[in-house]
């Protein structure tokens, strides 16, 4: 719950967050009235602002403290940045709207957010309280849902659910779409998410795929972008943690690449604390390959230009899990990132290579 006086009355509210963040301790009641220099001012104090205006002044509020944030500067380490972004976020996140029952904004000339609403949190709506950021958040996955991200591996398009991280990268999907293939008969997509790996590899003409992912939004997400390719009968998704029982011809892995902790459930598909995934697909990789079987691990090394990890440490948990480097494919990132000379992290960007190593046992 989350609670406020207004108008001289305590008043209280089911506390919404989709991710999981606890509701603020001091709220403050604030309309159009309300200047961006004290809105922000308020926010970095702690105190949350439960906005009682027009949607689209909200919308411009939160720009207006956004500018006002502190950014890294540039050539900032990795912790740093991290911590301005935490920052950023905690303080953007104390902008909170009302919600009417039927995930009904209640406020002026606010958007038809139900659709976007229902498919994070239920059909099930209760009147509640969260953070504008967040919505904006939940309208924009709405959008990449319904319209999806073009694949040209798949020559289709790939339809990505709030909190499972779209293949926006396109890089990572052409390695999959180009290396050779050790065999068609078998495949595992470990932690498959919207399954766009799963899909290029059946495209590919493997004759079944499993995809396995621990995040049932995940699940429910490669099931359905893979009904629409018409690749269910092909594809067998799964709930496991990294491999599902046997051997594969082809065991293909795409972990998140920065080993560091997420703040937020779409995060954790680029954070990987401790380097949890990458280590457990190594160690697990030789038994759960065939004979002559290769495993493709699809991994940036972003985190070798950080300072997050060395080569030779990544060498070195190839050869502590009984594998050798068979081959390997690399490619430059096509985002615009690497070029954008004020990201605090340019350099790294900049130098930075996804490769597909082809690990045999």
Not at 184 to 199: K, M, N, P
């Amino acid at each position: 719950m989350i609670e406020w006086t207004e108008a001289g009355r305590e008043r209280s509210a089911l506390w919404r967050s989709a991710l999981g963040v606890p509701p603020p301790e001091r709220v403050r009641v604030a309309d159009d009235r309300m200047k961006a220099d004290t809105a922000y001012r308020l926010a970095c104090e702690g105190t949350a602002l439960l906005w009682r205006g027009d949607f689209h002044n909200a919308r411009q509020l939160l720009a207006a403290m956004g500018r006002r944030c502190k950014p890294a500067a540039p050539g900032s380490d990795f912790h740093r940045y991290r911590q301005a972004q935490a920052q950023r976020a905690r303080t953007l996140g104390m902008l909170l709207v009302p919600y009417d029952e039927g995930h009904v904004v209640a406020l002026r000339r606010a958007p038809d957010v139900r659709e976007a609403c229902a498919e994070v949190f239920g059909p099930q709506a209760p009147a509640a309280v969260g953070p504008l950021r967040e919505l904006l958040g939940l309208i924009g996955a709405h959008e990449w849902r319904t319209k999806g991200v073009w694949v040209p591996a798949l020559g289709a398009r790939i339809h990505p659910h709030h909190g499972v991280f779209p293949p926006t990268r396109g890089e990572y999907v052409d390695l999959v779409a180009e290396a050779l293939l050790p065999g068609d008969r078998l495949a595992f997509d470990i932690g498959t998410g919207t399954g766009v790996l799963a899909a290029v590899l059946a495209r590919r003409g493997v004759g079944h795929v499993v995809a396995t992912d621990l995040d049932e939004r995940a699940i429910v997400c490669a099931e359905d972008n893979l009904a629409r390719l018409g690749l269910s009968e092909r594809v067998e998704v799964v709930k496991a943690d990294l491999f599902p029982p046997g051997r594969a011809q082809l065991v293909v892995c795409n972990p998140p690449w920065l080993p560091a902790k997420a703040s937020s459930p779409l995060e954790q598909a680029v954070y990987d604390p401790g380097g949890r995934m990458l280590r457990g697909f190594l160690d697990g990789l030789a038994g759960h390959l065939e004979p002559a079987g290769e495993g493709w691990l699809i991994l940036s090394d972003l985190a070798e230009h950080l300072g997050l990890r060395t080569r030779a440490e990544l060498l070195e948990a190839f050869v502590r899990a009984g594998l050798r480097v068979a081959g390997r494919l690399d490619v430059a990132p096509r985002h615009h990132r690497p070029a954008d000379q004020d990201d605090p992290l340019h350099v790294a960007r900049a130098a930075e290579i996804t490769s597909l190593w082809r690990l045999t046992a």
